[in-house]
């Protein structure tokens, strides 16, 4: 009986990692201090930037909008609104930047 | 994350994940630089704490953007036009399986892979891949297609 194809691919994976040279991998501990070393010396510049100009963004649309409608309790509930909507870009900002980092 | 912690989720993941990367890069030499690669970014995401269960899917996710930001830079052209294997065979063992697989695009191979070697349904390689599940399910079939071609091409040769 022919074998069929998914067990076919299967068996040339495996043929071919059994042909692959023999390669040893770094211990979990050599890992762990490899990584804890670039955790600790990565460079500083950019790992806040993408927060800061967000913020930065949103405060400045922020005192924008309040200085353009500045008038008695509209312009209270529209700050209201509007700061809940800077806040919602800043947690937007940082889901979006997690997702990229990875 | 601790050590002992990093050590449990090393050991069970760093193999298979190495190999997945260099089956699919094709290169041992990449697979070495991805694979850190991959555990310094799961670190830095301050998502380190989850299960290991959890933490394996996101590890080959991490891997296959890092391929594929690879792929997109043009490193795998070179490895396309290749007449060796680019992963180094045994010298004793036959070498013709690899550079079956080799001639395979690298997006073919990776999607085999984890079908056949990880077992992964076409939900989990579309979380992975960050395919649509249609996608997958196409793309899976245009890679057996060639696989079978490829290998039936191998068998009528002996």
Redesign the interface.
Known sequence: MKEELPQQIRRAILHAEAAAAPHDLPTSRQAWSRLQFRLAYRPARGRYTVHASTLGVALYVLAFLSWMTWSGWLSASLLAVLTSAAAGAVCLSLHISRIFRS | ME?QA??AL??AT??PL??YI??VSGR?DVADDL??EC?????????SEMKIADARP?LF??AA?LLHDRWRRGGELALEKRDEPA?????E???D??R??QSLKPRARQL??LA??EEMTHREIAAVTGLNVMSVRILLLRA?RE??AL?TAKGEER
């Open positions: 050590e990093f050590s090393y050991e760093a193999k190495w190999r260099a089956h041992q694979l850190q555990y310094f970014r799961l670190l830095r995401s301050g998502r996101y996710r991490i953007n992963i180094e065979p045994h010298p063992k036959g070498v399986t690899t079956m697989l085999l892979w056949y070697m057996r696989a079978r290998l």
